[in-house]
Structures are given as C-alpha cells and as structure tokens.
C-alpha cells in the first residue's frame, strides 16, 4: 500500500525531531536538507568551521538508516581514492576491485573545494548517474546514493573552486551560519553532540516510498511555466555573464514536488517556487562584471529577477 501524505508528513516529523534532538539552531537547514533528500539532490554546504555541517550528514545518514561514508578532500588526494581501483591479487593472479568510500548511500564530501579538478572530477558520474565506471566496468551505486558536500568560505589558500558542470550537479547550495545565542547556551548545556544517539527513524522501504509519493506531486502548467520564465530569465539578465540550464528547471521543479509534499500537499504552489529559487540556483549562475563592480551577490541577483518576475494567480 502506498503511503498517505498525512504517513509521509509524520515520519518528516519524526526526521526533524531526532536530528533536531542533536542539531539544536539550524532549523531551516535540517528543512532544506530533508527537502533535498526526499527530491533526490545533491547538497553542498557552505559555512564557517564549527557549525555542524559534518555532524549534520552524519545525523542524516543515522536517522534515515543510510550507509554514511565520508571523504577529507585534500590536495594530494586521488581518483581512485574515492571510487576505487583494481589491484592484481598474485594468489589468485587477477584484478579484484577495491571500493572506494564512494560506494555508500551519503557520501560527505569534507572541504570538497580542496582536491584538485581530476579528484572533484570523480564525482560527476556518480553525482548525475549514481554509478561508476572503473577500468572500464560500470557499477551501480544504489537509487538512495547521495552527496553532501562542505566548503568553508573564509579560506581561499590551496583551494580549487568547483566547475560550473559540477555545481548544476548540486540541487542546493546552503549557506549555513552560527545559532543564535540561545541556541548556543543550549549547545554547551547540552555537552558533545552524539549522532550515535539518533535513532532509526526511516527505512528504505519508506524512503522509496516517499521518493515515490513526491514524484506524483502534480505541478499543474502554470507553475512549471512559472519555473521556466524565472530559469530563462537569468539567461537574459543584465547582470548575468551564464544563466542556469534546463537542469537547473528540473531541479527546481524536483524541490518543489518535495517541499509540497512536506507540506501535506499533492500539488505545488508558486510560494514554493519563490522559497527555493535561490538557493536552488544560487550556484548556478556566473554573474557578471556590472554586479561585481556594484558588489551584488548572487542572491541579489536573483531576488531581483524573482520580484520582477510576475506570479502566477
């Protein structure tokens, strides 16, 4: 029997609880975490060190009885450190694959932008086909297989910024900030965090289950005509040097399905459209030299295209 909106409503409850029990402040990304995860996204994370970004996949991974592997990106790390690699056995005097710690369901990426572009490389495959192919030999990696990277914004010494091709491949970029300054007093009373103590909360039975109840989410034409108009805007925009792509449309669409759904809703409003616009797209547009000279962001960019940008009624 398939599972009711109401089902599906009460075990995102339960998700937020038990991470929430660990990851006290960050509300709203546990929320876009959790949205990202249900639209089956990718997620990169990017904040000051110290703001549970690394403890809050591993919550993730607990709660949603995942297999969670996690990778220090580094400037001598690898290819094959991530995916794997072949080595001639002489006992038995033949290759035998030895996976890497990309073979997992959530993959933390740690300080992704400090591998150099053939190791951040390695993931474009998995990331946008959810396989691998080594020495020639393609391997599945599961429907469940997902990617939560980190990087840190203030350091910029030995880092490579991702490509653009890898960034379109990353449903959110979130910027993640510190607490309040209650949500810290409640930090330290609360002494280490411990994602040993998250219980199992979802299994994969239900997150198909529920990756399945959020792809029949109806988007009726005018909101999927209302997405359209907002990615091809950014391709038109003043300020903008390269808009989003087609991609980018299908992302957002994918969110939108989501957030409906963890609304208790079968059909997506343009209010969910505007809530996700930025941060689905934030990483997807290079701006150009006007914006730079004017210190604009990308997020005002695009709220700027999205207050121009009429709504549907």
């Given at each position: 029997?398939?599972?009711?909106?109401?089902?599906?409503?009460?075990?995102?409850?339960?998700?937020?609880?038990?991470?929430?029990?660990?990851?006290?402040?960050?509300?709203?990304?546990?929320?876009?975490?959790?949205?990202?995860?249900?639209?089956?996204?990718?997620?990169?994370?990017?904040?000051?060190?110290?703001?549970?970004?690394?403890?809050?996949?591993?919550?993730?991974?607990?709660?949603?009885?995942?297999?969670?592997?996690?990778?220090?990106?580094?400037?001598?790390?690898?290819?094959?450190?991530?995916?794997?690699?072949?080595?001639?056995?002489?006992?038995?005097?033949?290759?035998?694959?030895?996976?890497?710690?990309?073979?997992?369901?959530?993959l933390l990426a740690d300080e992704i932008n400090?591998?150099?572009?053939?190791?951040?490389?390695?993931?474009?495959?998995?990331?946008?086909?959810?396989?691998?192919?080594?020495?020639?030999?393609?391997?599945?990696?599961?429907?469940?297989?997902?990617?939560?990277?980190?990087?840190?914004?203030?350091?910029?010494?030995?880092?490579?910024?991702?490509?653009?091709?890898?960034?379109?491949?990353?449903?959110?970029?979130?910027?993640?900030?510190?607490?309040?300054?209650?949500a810290e007093v409640a930090i330290l009373t609360?002494?280490?965090?411990?994602?040993?103590?998250?219980?199992?909360?979802?299994?994969?039975?239900?997150?198909?289950?529920?990756?399945?109840?959020?792809?029949?989410?109806?988007?009726?034409?005018?909101?999927?005509?209302?997405?359209?108009?907002?990615?091809?805007?950014?391709?038109?925009?003043?300020?903008?040097?390269?808009?989003?792509?087609?991609?980018?449309?299908?992302?957002?669409?994918?969110?939108?399905?989501?957030?409906?759904?963890?609304?208790?809703?079968?059909?997506?409003?343009?209010?969910?459209?505007?809530?996700?616009?930025?941060?689905?797209?934030?990483?997807?547009?290079?701006?150009?030299?006007?914006?730079?000279?004017?210190?604009?962001?990308?997020?005002?960019?695009?709220?700027?295209?999205?207050?121009?940008?009429?709504?549907?009624?």
């Open positions: 029997m398939a599972m009711t909106l109401d089902e599906f409503r009460s075990l995102a409850a339960r998700l937020r609880s038990a991470i929430g029990g660990v990851i006290q402040g960050q509300e709203a990304l546990i929320d876009a975490v959790l949205t990202a995860i249900f639209a089956r996204g990718h997620v990169l994370l990017e904040g000051p060190p110290g703001t549970a970004k690394t403890l809050l996949a591993q919550c993730f991974g607990r709660a949603a009885s995942l297999a969670f592997g996690r990778v220090q990106f580094t400037p001598d790390l690898m290819p094959g450190d991530v995916i794997g690699v072949n080595l001639f056995n002489f006992q038995t005097n033949a290759f035998t694959l030895t996976r890497g710690p990309i073979f997992t369901d959530i400090r591998a150099p572009p053939k190791t951040q490389a390695a993931l474009l495959q998995a990331m946008n086909e959810r396989e691998v192919t080594i020495d020639g030999v393609t391997h599945p990696l599961g429907p469940n297989f997902c990617v939560i990277a980190t990087q840190n914004p203030i350091e910029s010494h030995g880092t490579y910024p991702l490509p653009e091709a890898q960034l379109d491949r990353f449903l959110f970029k979130l910027l993640v900030d510190f607490p309040d300054k209650a609360a002494g280490p965090a411990n994602p040993g103590t998250i219980p199992p909360v979802l299994s994969a039975e239900a997150l198909a289950e529920g990756h399945a109840l959020v792809g029949a989410i109806r988007l009726d034409a005018t909101i999927l005509t209302y997405i359209v108009e907002l990615i091809r805007a950014t391709r038109s925009d003043a300020e903008v040097l390269h808009g989003a792509s087609t991609r980018a449309a299908a992302a957002l669409a994918g969110a939108v399905r989501a957030r409906a759904a963890l609304e208790g809703r079968d059909y997506g409003l343009p209010d969910d459209v505007q809530r996700l616009f930025v941060p689905t797209l934030r990483h997807r547009i290079v701006l150009g030299p006007t914006a730079e000279i004017e210190g604009r962001s990308a997020d005002d960019v695009l709220t700027t295209i999205l207050n121009r940008q009429d709504a549907p009624r």
